[in-house]
């Protein structure tokens, strides 16, 4: 009766362990390879899908990392800006203050030196007036 049935076109057989099947064997084993590599072949994707997943989160901290680092540079050079900002303008302060100084120097030496004057005139008068009344 095996024979019988795997002779005929309706494709139905019995393979060795005596069970029922409606496809021819060959096709049955085709079938079967093809199935096991699409379970081969879905796992491979499956971890291909893993990988880029991964690879996407690794891209994401480094973006955030370099975004970070970024925002980082620009507080720095913002604040190396301000900074020359401050030192010009000290710096045009203090040269303001030296300039009022060096004027408050001169007109105390030119006070200083007509003090001298005064003192010297006054000395002058001083011996005259001890010599006239001596």
Known sequence: MREALEGSDMGISFDDANRLRLLHPD???????????????????????DYI????NVLD??????EREKLKAIGIRNKLECQQEV????????EGLISEKQAQIDRL???YESLQRAETEQRILMEKLQRNEL
């Open 27 to 49: 096709a049955f084993q085709t079938s079967q390879a093809l199935c096991i590599e699409s379970q081969h072949f879905v796992a491979k994707l499956t971890q291909y899908d």
């Open 53 to 56: 997943h991964e690879f996407l």
């Open 61 to 66: 901290r480094k973006a955030q990392l370099i």
């Open 87 to 94: 030192r010009r303008r000290k710096q045009k302060e203090l």
């Open 109 to 111: 030496a030119q006070e």
